[in-house]
């Protein structure tokens, strides 16, 4: 079974998904950290961004990400130029993730931009997690030492809270770290009585 889990940046879904590993016998696949290793990792990924983004897009063999953040998050047009080349490869190394793990209870499948890839046609359960506008800015600006005009650049190219909430089995508040803990237990608990009915 696939879990989806997914959030809008500064929402905690990493925070939730480690939660989640504590739980037994369940596999985590976090798209974000293996498409930033495998654009540096993968000699096809690099050509690609080189070809269309230019040399600067790699210093000393290693992906120049602030050079490239800048170019697409103000830019829709070359962030989707940018996911055309990255997305197809993370997916294939997540089908090789799948088939590695096939024993767990399931596979949490964590991913920022989950129905904006359409990766959500792979899960058999979706997880949002959620937490007011304000503090998802204020942990992101904290976390990344970001301005809040460059997390609300960032925001902009993600769906809206609502449009995900709706389209989710399950939504775990993240507001106070007890709290998100005993909502993840009791969807885990879910979850594995329920493998097999989905």
Not at 31 to 59: C, P, R
Request: one cysteine or more; a positive charge; hydrophobic letters at 40%.
């Amino acid at each position: 079974m696939i879990v989806g889990l997914t959030g809008g940046i500064g929402s905690g879904k990493t925070t939730v998904a480690h939660i989640f590993k504590k739980q037994d016998n369940i596999a985590l696949y976090n798209a974000d950290s293996e498409a930033k290793k495998l654009m540096n990792s993968s000699l096809k990924i690099k050509t690609k961004i080189i070809n269309f983004f230019g040399q600067e897009s790699y210093v000393n063999n290693m992906l120049h990400k602030e050079y490239l953040a800048k170019l697409v998050f103000n830019n829709k047009e070359a962030l989707k130029s940018l996911n055309k080349i990255v997305h197809p490869e993370v997916k294939l190394h997540f089908q090789k993730f799948v088939k590695e793990h096939q024993k767990k209870e399931y596979i949490l499948y964590e991913n920022a931009i989950l129905f904006e890839s359409k990766s959500n046609i792979y899960c058999d359960v979706i997880i949002s997690v959620y937490a007011p506008l304000k503090l998802r800015i204020e942990r992101a600006v904290l976390r990344d030492n970001s301005s809040k005009e460059e997390v609300m650049n960032r925001i902009k190219n993600q769906w809206k809270e609502d449009k995900k909430l709706l389209q989710s089995n399950y939504i775990i508040s993240n507001l106070a770290k007890e709290n998100t803990e005993l909502q993840v237990v009791r969807i885990h608990n879910i979850l594995t009585k329920r493998k097999g009915l989905i």
